[in-house]
Structure formats: C-alpha cells, structure tokens
C-alpha cells in the first residue's frame, strides 16, 4: 500500500521570497505518479504539477518545481517569488500505475505575507 | 467543456436520512472516484469506478454506496447518515490510463455535509 507524508501542517513565506513544502512517500512499486494539488478556500482542487517516477529530470511548471529524490522516496515543492494568490492548502498525492487510486498526504497550509 | 460537477454544494441532514450527492463529468473519462475530506487528513478515496458498470471500494466505503450506469454519472448514496459523515467529498475523474495524459485526475468543486 502506498503512504504519503506531508510533516509540515503550515508554512509561511514572505510575498517574492521562496519557499519549499517537504512530502516523503512509500511505495513498493517502481513504476509511480507524484503529484501536488492545491486547495484554495474555495476548496476546489487544482493540480500544481506531476512527476512521473521514470523521468529523473525534475518537473517545472513556471514558478513552481520539485526535487524529486527516488531513492529518498521524497518530493518537495519548491514555489519561487511566491504571490498573494499562492497561499492555499496543499497537498502531495501519489499514483501507483498498478491502480488508478490516489493516496493524499495530511496538507501543508501556506500563508503567504504581503 | 464543464469538467467535472457536483450537486449540491452544501447539505445538512439529519441522523439517519438517506440522500444522493450527484457527480457528473462531460470528458468521457472511464475512471472516476469519491474522496472524502476531513481536517488534518487528507483526502480518502471511498469508492471508485474505472468504467460503467464496474465500481469497487476504497479506504473508507462503510456507509455509502456507489453506482455507475453511465460513462458520465457516478453518484454516492448515504444509506442512514451519521455524524461521523459530516465532511467535504469530491468527486473526481480521469481517463484512467497508466503512463498517459489521463493520470491526472480533474477535481470537482466538493459537497460540503453537515450531519446533525
């Protein structure tokens, strides 16, 4: 079964600085999806970016980026020059390819201060 | 396209009345699944289907109960609901396929259920 850890309950980082949100997984398989979402207060669920566990080059989508470390099983998110709208919870999800089931980590608050 | 929907959008109900919480999706995606969140938790899937016809349980199904007829429509039964099922629960899809596109799931806006 797959586990998803998220240690950090909330995070704060000042308006144009950088941030970076931890997320630790396990898996028994080698053949995996990571994702992080983020979740506005209008509770919707938005994917921020994915990973697929084969490719060693780490994703980037604009401002935000992983260090996805497999042998570690970690997947941090890091979030450059952080904006206003930028504060949510979010949360590191993984996929194994056997299944088509998501496994959440616990969240991460971010408060991002002006 | 209007992605993935959900009715309603709030509910309250009373210990032991049944009721439907609707997800609808108009990608013609053959996966789809029923979180449920609770704080400090993550998201916990419930029930999930990979095609019409065919559902099966996730980590928390005690309490509910899952159809799908169609490709697009895969409601959740609350048979007699409980307090412990006040929550948020999103509904979500994808087109199920390993190693493609599809591994992304599209969320829908969430029910938020209030069980007194």
């Known amino acids: 079964a797959q586990t998803v850890t998220q240690s950090q309950p909330e995070m704060s980082v000042q308006e144009a600085e950088t941030v970076t949100l931890s997320c630790t997984y396990d898996?028994?398989?080698?053949?995996?999806?990571l994702f992080w979402y983020k979740q506005p207060p209008s509770r919707q669920m938005i994917l921020v970016i994915r990973q697929e566990a084969y490719k060693q080059q780490n994703a980037t989508e604009n401002r935000f980026s992983v260090n996805f470390q497999k042998a570690a099983k970690s997947f941090s998110l890091k979030i450059s020059d952080s904006q206003l709208g930028d504060a949510a919870m979010y949360f590191c999800a993984s996929l194994e390819t056997s299944g088509s089931r998501l496994t959440f980590g616990e969240g991460t608050q971010l408060t991002v201060n002006p | 396209n209007a992605g993935v929907t959900q009715t309603p959008k709030f509910q309250v109900l009373k210990t032991g009345q049944s009721m439907t919480l609707q997800c609808a999706q108009d990608m013609n995606h053959e996966y789809m699944s029923w979180y449920r969140q609770d704080p400090g938790m993550g998201l916990r899937l419930i029930h999930y289907?990979?095609?019409?016809?065919?559902?099966d349980q996730g980590e928390v199904p005690n309490g509910y109960n899952v159809s799908r007829s169609t490709t697009e429509d895969f409601p959740l039964r609350l048979l007699s609901a409980a307090p412990s099922q006040t929550s948020v629960y999103f509904c979500a899809s994808s087109t199920g396929l390993a190693g493609g596109p599809g591994e992304t799931q599209y969320f829908g806006p969430g029910t938020r259920l209030l069980v007194l």
């Open positions: 289907s990979v095609g019409a016809g065919i559902t």
């Open positions: 898996t028994s398989e080698s053949d995996y999806y």
